[in-house]
């Protein structure tokens, strides 16, 4: 089961369903979206460790083992916040060496958002503030993931111990972020970067 957030962020990928295609490079993966639903010929995942999931390669993402111009689409969706490294520069600057010109690049980021890790969840952006991470890449769009309804069921799953009866809400909790849309208050932000 996944948060409202992340059901919100799946939605918001699947209007990018043309531009999230062929080889997919899934950094912090594998992640939770639908695989099936896109035209890609393969997926690999990297991560840090595979100490919960199961990665197909074990790297840092500021030193990755594939050639140049390897990959036509990157994920980069709810791993960022929890980065070790504080050079984003570096990351992000790995992730656009191995995408292929005219390929995408999917980057989330938390604002408004319950602390998921205490130890590990360390960035949190604005708007404004991510901008300035991506100055150097072309940003091709900027979409909001959640306003108030998000938040709220981030919060209430937290403190309900991750209850099933939360998640069983998810319309209410649609229906909230619906009628709540506000670009000063979201839960954080899709960036899509292109090559």
């Known amino acids: 089961m996944i948060t409202q957030k992340r059901f919100f962020l799946k939605k918001v990928l699947k209007s990018y369903k043309k531009f999230i295609k062929g080889y997919l490079l899934d950094v912090g993966g594998p992640s939770n979206f639908d695989k099936d639903y896109y035209n890609l010929s393969s997926c690999i995942s990297l991560n840090l460790n595979d100490l919960e999931v199961k990665t197909n390669v074990i790297a840092d993402v500021e030193e990755m083992p594939f050639a140049n111009n390897t990959f036509d689409t990157i994920l980069f969706v709810e791993a960022l916040p929890?980065?070790?490294?504080?050079?984003?520069?570096?990351?992000?600057?790995?992730?656009?060496?191995?995408?292929?010109?005219?390929?995408?690049i999917f980057v989330s980021t938390l604002f408004?958002?319950?602390?998921?890790?205490?130890d590990f969840d360390i960035h949190r952006h604005t708007k404004t503030s991510a901008k300035q991470l991506f100055e150097k890449y072309k940003i091709f769009e900027i979409r909001e993931l959640g306003y108030l309804g998000s938040f709220l069921h981030s919060y209430l799953w937290e403190?309900?111990?991750?209850?099933?009866?939360?998640?069983?809400?998810?319309?209410f909790f649609s229906l909230i972020d619906k009628l709540t849309v506000n670009k000063r208050f979201c839960s954080g932000h899709l960036f899509v970067l292109k090559k």
């Open 159 to 171: 403190i309900t111990n991750k209850s099933k009866l939360i998640l069983w809400c998810r319309p």
């Open 112 to 118: 408004t958002h319950i602390i998921a890790e205490e």
């Open 82 to 104: 929890f980065l070790k490294v504080t050079n984003f520069e570096k990351s992000l600057s790995e992730c656009m060496r191995v995408l292929k010109p005219g390929g995408f």
